[in-house]
């Protein structure tokens, strides 16, 4: 049997923790942040980054393989499940605060890994179902107003000021959390505001995506509300929340400190694989669908994760993702280490011969 894209259900390890998490107590509820955020980055101290890209045939092949987009449809059904899974759990009366917290916790986490990472994959996709797709798992995380900004705004106007999803020099990811936060969600209402003025519809109208969005969060909310309570409504709520902040930490630490430069015409310069920090390491890799070959993402948008390139010219992170986003909340630690790698690496521009032909 093949193991190129059953590599991919790796990822499910989360989901069988996540539920361990359900429906146990004590500790042992901690176990996907210990595996995340312990385990992992503990490993890629050890194992070397894979640089290798796929050969052209072999790229082929791994487009036209329907595997690798079944494993990301499967993610949504599961996600509902543990969802559904840890509201039910928290009726349980007895529950102390560490159960508690350790499932909320573990919930945010499955927010943000799966919600989200997979919910950005899907919604690159042209196919109206996979965007559906990419929307149901976003409302899981109540965050679907990433859907429009993400691919609207931020692939736009990455590395520059304009964009409230990258980290410029210098900024603590403490104070990038309220910043990308409320203009995110600032920026989607923009975005669709402008989309249906050109459809020649009022603004507030149901012609404007973000309205529908957002009034499909807030009847989610209250189905949550009506079923399960108040109490268990703000540990959802809680979460979510949580699966925000994982989002916008490995936004942080995607783009942190790198712009793009503007012509004479005030244009920004094409989006090339040195505006964003890539990460070869192979636990995270396989964990987050490939998000941390973000070099290549930036450049080609469209490819598919299975398929992204290493650029031998892109930015590279010191560790994978986990670790980075540990590190990200020890700033002065942080800006020694990236400050010196963006003073060192960043001067470059990437040679014809290393660009991807669109």
């Not at 082929?60 to 949504?76: F, G, H, M, S, T």
């Not at 679907?144 to 020099?169: M, Q, W």
Request: proline content about 5%; hydrophobic content about 45%; charged content about 15%.
């Amino acid at each position: 049997m093949k193991i190129g894209p059953y590599k991919y259900l790796s990822p499910l390890i989360v989901f069988i923790l996540s539920w361990i998490s359900f429906t146990q107590t004590g500790w042992i509820t901690y176990l996907p942040v210990l595996y995340a955020f312990v385990l992992i980055p503990f490993l890629e101290l050890f194992i070397k980054p894979d640089s290798g890209n796929l050969s052209q045939a072999e790229e082929e092949l791994a487009k036209a393989d329907r595997v690798y987009d079944y494993i990301l449809y499967l993610i949504v059904p599961l996600q509902y499940f543990l969802l559904i899974t840890f509201l039910f759990s928290l009726k349980d009366a007895s529950l102390t605060a560490v159960d508690l917290s350790g499932r909320i916790i573990s919930m945010g986490i499955l927010c943000g890994v799966f919600g989200i990472n997979v919910a950005h994959e899907l919604g690159h996709r042209i196919r109206k179902e996979e965007q559906l797709m990419a929307k149901a798992l976003l409302l899981t995380s109540l965050y679907t107003h990433f859907f429009i900004e993400h691919n609207k705004g931020h692939h736009k106007n990455v590395a520059t000021h304009e964009d409230p999803s990258s980290a410029r020099l210098n900024e603590m990811v403490f104070l990038f959390y309220p910043r990308t936060l409320l203009f995110t969600y600032l920026h989607a209402w923009k975005i669709a505001g402008k989309e249906v003025k050109k459809k020649g519809k009022p603004v507030f109208s149901l012609y404007n995506e973000m309205l529908q969005l957002q009034l499909l969060q807030l009847a989610f909310v209250t189905i949550v509300f009506i079923v399960f309570g108040i109490k268990i409504l703000i540990a959802f709520l809680l979460a979510a929340f949580i699966g925000m902040l994982l989002l916008e930490c490995v936004n942080y630490i995607e783009h942190y400190g790198l712009s793009r430069n503007q012509t004479a015409t005030g244009q920004y310069e094409r989006t090339l694989p040195h505006h964003s920090w890539n990460s070869n390491h192979l636990v995270g890799r396989l964990m987050l669908f490939e998000l941390s070959r973000h070099s290549d993402h930036h450049y080609l948008a469209s490819r598919k994760y299975q398929v992204l390139r290493h650029h031998n010219h892109s930015m590279q992170m010191p560790t994978g993702y986990p670790g980075m986003m540990i590190l990200a909340h020890m700033p002065p630690l942080w800006f020694y280490i990236m400050n010196k790698r963006i003073k060192k690496e960043a001067s470059f521009e990437m040679p014809p011969d290393e660009q991807v032909p669109l």
